[in-house]
């Protein structure tokens, strides 16, 4: 017989008859003649509860059951008698596949986060994380059936690189050289590669690339930044979502970045309600009226030197300082989308001086056509820009960088042979996830979270 999800019997119409279920006992209670097993199998947030009575062969071993222990089960679907089920399963067969130890770590009682995350190897048994990794990983579907119904075409871009995308510095060397050996062009050159090599910071460039060939691309991949910032929302590996649109605008490239976030709230709302429900009522009570402002409302679209007077004759006690030439801050980006415009914003044109070399200068000279998608809780959530498609001016905004041109000569040669106005965007799959849950540390939407000092399992 094959194994049957308990999602699938938990949803279905009938009964299904004779049915095989696998999966972890959540709990045990006992009666005189048989005991009722709450099983789970991770399909669901739901348990199935086993009926299993003394005539069992085996029911004095299925008394001694413990938390954590796995299971599978044979009987028959029925209707349940108790409140909040319609099916259970009378077992005909209980088989014990591994009993778990009284010293499991998951009893049934609250646990703190930071008490789960150091043992992330089992959190994904609890009913929070359970239901947060189901999310990730339909959120993670519907990503790519959001751009595939748009005509994108998935790149699959380069997870090591010369390039240093952001022009920060903040990169993971990739090499075979010894411990201590002299960083020297002499000694890259004898490198597996032949010269410096890192993990990406981005595959943006990559991207640009095919969408000057194919139009519409997307990458989504892990990116790596060697950052040592321990704040909730960084991690030094995490995802990125990262469309790039020839023939594109800036204004084209907000309105992707709008109606990407919108349908994916629409899409966790939709089609995860019951694992949705979890965080609504245990994590943030308000996530169900952010998500629908989301949905519903329009994004406030303001240039920077706008959101810059807003905040300057806010009159707020901000810890960062507010000036014209300076990045916001979180507590900036919160103020504007859950304060004084009460939705998410967008805000475009940058000064040039604190943004990348690839970003289109506007004809002011000062500014660039830049733009971050701001919303609440979270902050910016997306990241992108009208890339400079003229092969003087970006010549000149990288020797501005102090970038080495003859290193992105394969970059240049795209504004040499048919260059064409384009855009795109960057998204932390991750600040997605904490802003559809509610969950306020990026290490808790991150099975396996890589932060400074850490890399456990």
Same mark, same amino acid.
Request: hydrophobic share 40%; charged share 25%.
């Given at each position: 017989?094959?194994?049957?999800?308990?999602?699938?019997?938990?949803? @279905?119409?009938?009964?299904?008859?004779?049915?095989?279920?696998?999966?972890?006992? /959540?709990?045990?209670?006992?009666?005189?003649?048989?005991?009722?097993?709450?099983?789970?199998?991770? @399909?669901?947030?739901?348990?199935?509860?086993?009926?299993?009575?003394?005539?069992?062969?085996?029911?004095?071993?299925?008394?001694?059951?413990?938390?954590?222990?796995?299971?599978?089960?044979?009987?028959?679907?029925?209707?349940?008698?108790?409140?909040?089920?319609?099916?259970?399963?009378?077992?005909s067969v209980v088989e014990i596949l591994g009993m778990a130890p009284e010293t499991y770590p998951l009893q049934k009682k609250r646990h703190t986060d930071e008490f789960l995350r150091s043992i992330a190897h089992l959190r994904p048994r609890t009913n929070k994380y359970g239901a947060l990794f189901r999310i990730r990983a339909d959120t993670a579907w519907a990503i790519h059936r959001f751009f595939r119904e748009r005509g994108f075409r998935w790149l699959h871009s380069p997870i090591i690189t010369a390039s240093d995308?952001?022009?920060?510095?903040?990169?993971?060397?990739?090499?075979?050289?010894? +411990?201590?050996?002299?960083?020297?062009?002499?000694?890259?050159?004898?490198?597996?590669?032949? @010269?410096?090599?890192?993990?990406?910071?981005?595959?943006?460039?990559?991207?640009?690339?095919?969408?000057?060939?194919?139009?519409?691309?997307?990458?989504?991949?892990?990116?790596?930044?060697?950052?040592?910032?321990?704040? /909730?929302?960084?991690?030094?590996?995490?995802?990125?979502?990262?469309?790039?649109?020839?023939?594109?605008?800036?204004?084209?490239?907000?309105?992707?970045?709008?109606?990407?976030?919108?349908?994916?709230?629409?899409?966790?709302?939709?089609?995860?309600?019951?694992?949705?429900a979890l965080f609504s009522r245990f994590v943030d009570p308000g996530l169900k009226t952010t998500l629908e402002g989301t949905i519903e409302k329009s994004f406030v679209r303001i240039p920077y030197a706008e959101a810059v007077t807003i905040l300057q004759r806010s009159k707020q006690d901000f810890t960062f300082p507010v000036d014209y030439g300076r990045d916001l801050q979180t507590e900036h980006e919160r103020y504007l989308t859950e304060v004084h415009f009460k939705a998410p914003v967008i805000v475009h044109d940058y000064p040039k001086e604190i943004k990348p070399f690839y970003m289109r200068v506007n004809d002011d000279g000062r500014t660039v056509a830049a733009m971050d998608v701001l919303v609440p809780v979270i902050g910016e959530i997306i990241g992108g820009s009208q890339r400079e498609e003229r092969l003087d001016v970006l010549e000149?905004?990288?020797?501005?960088?102090?970038?080495?041109?003859?290193?992105?000569?394969?970059?240049?040669? @795209?504004?040499?042979?048919?260059?064409?106005?384009?855009?795109?965007?960057?998204?932390?799959?991750?600040?997605?996830?904490?802003?559809?849950?509610?969950?306020?540390?990026?290490?808790?939407?991150? +099975?396996?979270? /890589?932060? +400074?000092?850490?890399?456990?399992?």
């Open positions: 017989m094959q194994r049957t999800k308990i999602n699938d019997l938990l949803t @279905s119409d009938s009964p299904l008859g004779p049915v095989l279920i696998k999966g972890w006992l /959540r709990t045990r209670r006992d009666s005189k003649t048989f005991s009722f097993l709450e099983v789970n199998d991770g @399909s669901c947030l739901a348990n199935l509860q086993v009926v299993a009575n003394d005539t069992l062969p085996n029911y004095e071993d299925l008394r001694k059951l413990t938390t954590g222990s796995a299971l599978a089960v044979r009987g028959e679907l029925v209707a349940s008698a108790g409140k909040g089920q319609h099916w259970e399963v009378t077992a995308c952001e022009g920060a510095g903040e990169l993971f060397r990739v090499t075979t050289l010894p +411990p201590g050996a002299d960083g020297g062009p002499e000694a890259f050159a004898a490198d597996f590669f032949g @010269s410096r090599a890192n993990l990406t910071v981005s595959g943006q460039l990559s991207a640009e690339m095919l969408a000057l060939a194919l139009g519409d691309v997307y990458t989504f991949g892990p990116t790596f930044r060697a950052e040592n910032s321990n704040t /909730r929302r960084h991690a030094a590996e995490f995802w990125m979502v990262e469309p790039e649109m020839a023939f594109c605008d800036l204004t084209g490239n907000m309105d992707l970045g709008e109606a990407l976030i919108k349908e994916m709230a629409r899409f966790v709302m939709e089609e995860c309600a019951a694992d949705l000149m905004r990288m020797k501005e960088c102090n970038l080495d041109l003859a290193a992105y000569e394969w970059y240049l040669d @795209s504004r040499r042979y048919g260059s064409v106005v384009h855009s795109g965007f960057g998204m932390g799959f991750e600040r997605l996830l904490m802003m559809l849950t509610g969950v306020s540390n990026i290490r808790d939407v991150i +099975p396996f979270p /890589r932060t +400074p000092g850490d890399i456990a399992f």
